[in-house]
């Protein structure tokens, strides 16, 4: 272990030190980390106070080469990650197809996740989402209307992802970055008015602490945590469940159709997931929640495809629940 690089003693220092603290003493208490570095103030911040906390950090850079200059961004933030104390920082360059369904956010995401599991050599991968983010992301899952499941937000831990600074106010990064005198990259994208998010965040979030006397984006990530662990709690009544429903490759349509409706979908949808069906949607559950509790004698439900034409099909076939190629 090497001496770790001494921060000020300043509030946003403190706050942003013990999150970090908090979070490998939960998740990584071996002390070794990488970092997603993307040279903005919430990665920056998080950087500073992981080389603080952590035994070992190493600086993963992601150059997505959207915009003119970013390679040159992509270095700096390299260079910035060695003189914090970072073990090493490694430029991930990737190419984005913009032709990818869901539209150049979502391309952005999977070319970043992609590159970032590929370089991390099996570390926990820590991003710098706060609890701003967090408020976001449960807004947008409360407008896709998918039940409890989309607003839950961001996990502290998803494996290999971290996420210490969820209960940290993105102002506090911005002042961490002007105590340590680090100016942060501004991403022209976060300004776009034309991705969902940022419209969210400049305009729907200030709207709704204006009318609803503030504290809304602290009351949104609450309530994500609070849903996170009534899900956890769920999901572990629905895994004893499927195993007592389990017939084969079927489920058992009388165990299914005793159970109560939280659980019973939660089985269909782990059940599903685990044969291969994909993007499932809420009414896609409930169509196949209808073959066990209303059953009239109605079709097989698609629950996904392949590209070769081939359909995924839930039916239900002599008091079982099946799924079919079609």
């Known amino acids: 272990m090497t001496d770790r690089p001494r921060l000020p003693e300043t509030r946003a220092a403190l706050e942003l030190r013990r999150a970090v603290r908090d979070w490998l003493a939960r998740y990584a208490p071996e002390g070794v980390v990488a970092v997603a570095l993307s040279g903005g103030a919430d990665s920056l911040a998080l950087m500073a106070a992981a080389c603080a906390e952590a035994d070992v950090v190493d600086a993963l850079i992601v150059d997505h080469g959207l915009q003119a200059g970013s390679a040159d961004v992509a270095a700096e933030a390299a260079a910035v990650a060695l003189r914090s104390g970072c073990r090493s920082a490694h430029v991930l360059a990737v ?37 701003d983010d967090q408020a976001e992301t449960v807004l947008l899952g409360l407008a896709r209307g998918s039940g409890a499941r989309s607003i839950q937000g961001m996990a502290e831990f998803d494996d290999p992802w971290g996420r210490p600074l969820l209960a940290v106010r993105r102002e506090v990064t911005r002042q961490l970055c002007a105590d340590l005198g680090i100016t942060p990259w501004e991403d022209p994208h976060n300004s776009a008015p034309e991705f969902t998010r940022v419209r969210l965040r400049n305009e729907v979030l200030p709207l709704l602490e204006d009318v609803l006397g503030g504290g809304v984006a602290a009351a949104l990530a609450r309530t994500a945590t609070q849903l996170r662990e009534d899900g956890e709690a769920l999901d572990g009544l629905a895994s004893g469940l499927l195993g007592d429903a389990r017939e084969g490759d079927a489920l058992r349509i009388e165990t299914l159709a005793t159970a109560a409706p939280a659980l019973r979908r939660r089985v269909i949808r782990a059940w599903l997931l685990e044969r291969g069906a994909k993007s499932l949607t809420d009414s896609n559950l409930r169509a196949v929640e209808a073959l066990v509790t209303q059953w009239r004698g109605q079709g097989g439900v698609a629950v996904g495809g392949s590209p070769s034409g081939t359909r995924l099909v839930a039916a239900r076939e002599h008091g079982r629940l099946i799924l079919r190629s079609e």
Do not use: I, K, N, W
Not at 97 to 108: D, Y
């Open 95 to 131: 190419v984005v197809e913009r032709s990818e369904p869901g539209g150049l956010e979502a391309a952005a995401r999977r070319a970043r996740y992609d590159a970032l599991d590929d370089a991390r050599q099996g570390l926990p991968v820590l991003f710098g989402h706060t609890l």
